[in-house]
């Protein structure tokens, strides 16, 4: 079998080494420079030719930096005759970028997809896409999971006793549902429009909350103005308080000034597809690199990947040991 290694750029290496603990391979090292005109260059420092090699770059702010990290070290794993090249990428930012809403707007999320197939790469791996859709922009075998399972595993043992799972908008109701039979909770969810990219008019809630704890779940939090929108909303709807889950906590501009002391929120939990604010201690922040691991050593093996979820309840904490042994 094919020998594994596994490269990293700038975006992510805490991740990247929490992946490679639980496969247990090394993190191969890579040099990435950057010239006097601003040009970015590449250059992977271990042997790739005829072995799997995988990239893992979460597509995090600042976002083209480390798309373009991705790309060269894509087309660099390429021409060392990699056998097989995967671009691990735990946040696709460009999912967002998904359809044509207005006259003579770009399609993002089809575009970089398109760009990371040109590069060379023969494989996707990512995690919870923010529309389906962008699964099909891809024209290589694309591997998408979930974190419901691991923010699942974060609140069981807890008290849930009265509480409902709030889902901000209709469009993430069938997750905000999967999570909710994981937890044997009920489900409600906001009636949402998207004014700009940072406001949002939420002006019903679908479902009872009156008298509950609420669960949010959302995929991801950019700003934080959908999730404040949604806390007035239930507040008005008779909900005393709220935790907050998502899988991509991106936390940018004043969402940690948003969420970390509102009155309504008991804690928020994230995962770490993307790096966690350094300003936040108190953010609960649950890894999915055990997850990762299994899929790429399944991946690697020739193993189903789609039957981690068989019955939307997979074991998402693998046996102890190397799971890069176990693919052998």
């Known amino acids: 079998m094919r020998e594994v290694v596994v490269f990293t750029g700038g975006a992510h290496p805490a991740l ?24 970015i260059q590449v250059q992977l420092l271990a042997n790739c030719r005829q072995r799997d090699v995988y990239l893992i770059q979460p597509l995090v702010p600042p976002t083209q930096e480390n798309l373009m ?27 967002r970028s ?16 398109d760009m990371i197939a040109t590069a060379g790469a023969d494989r996707v791996l990512t995690m919870t896409l923010h529309a389906p859709q962008v699964h099909g922009f891809f024209s290589v075998p694309v591997d998408h999971l979930t974190a419901i399972g691991v923010l699942a595993d974060h609140f069981r043992g807890t008290d849930l006793s009265n509480t409902v799972v709030v ?46 704890r609420a669960i949010v779940l959302d995929d991801e ?32 501009g004043k969402a940690v000034e948003r969420l970390k002391n509102h009155p309504m929120i008991s804690q928020v939990v994230t995962t770490d597809t993307v790096p966690a ?21 399944r991946i690697h093996a020739g193993e189903s990947v789609s039957s981690l979820f068989d019955g939307v309840d997979p074991t998402h904490a693998p046996p102890q040991g190397s799971l890069f042994d176990a693919a052998h």
């Not at 247990?24 to 006097?36: E, Q």
């Not at 359809?99 to 970089?112: M, N």
């Not at 044997?184 to 479902?207: H, Y």
Request: charged content about 25%; overall charge negative; hydrophobic content about 45%.
């Open 16 to 39: 990247a080494e929490a992946i490679c603990e639980n496969l247990g391979v090394p993190l191969s090292p890579v040099d990435i420079r950057r010239f006097s005109n601003d040009c």
């Open 69 to 95: 990290e991705l790309l060269l070290m894509i087309d660099a794993a390429k021409g060392a005759s990699a056998a097989q090249i995967t671009a691990v990428m735990p946040h696709y930012a460009y999912a």
């Open 98 to 113: 998904d359809k044509k809403d207005a006259s003579r707007i770009s399609l993002g999320g089809r575009l970089v997809a």
């Open 167 to 212: 889902s901000p908008d209709l469009g993430n109701a069938k997750t905000a549902t999967q999570f909710a039979r994981l937890l044997g909770l009920p489900v409600a969810a906001g009636s949402k429009q998207r004014l700009a990219d940072d406001r949002v008019v939420i002006d019903a809630i679908v479902g009872d909350v009156a008298g509950k």
């Open 221 to 252: 939090i950019a700003t934080g103005g959908s999730i404040v929108e949604l806390l007035d909303r239930l507040k008005d709807f008779g909900c005393t308080e709220a935790a907050v889950a998502c899988t991509h906590g991106l936390f940018r």
């Open 277 to 297: 604010p350094s300003d936040w201690p108190e953010l609960q922040v649950r890894s999915v690199a055990k997850l990762f691991a299994e899929a790429i050593s």
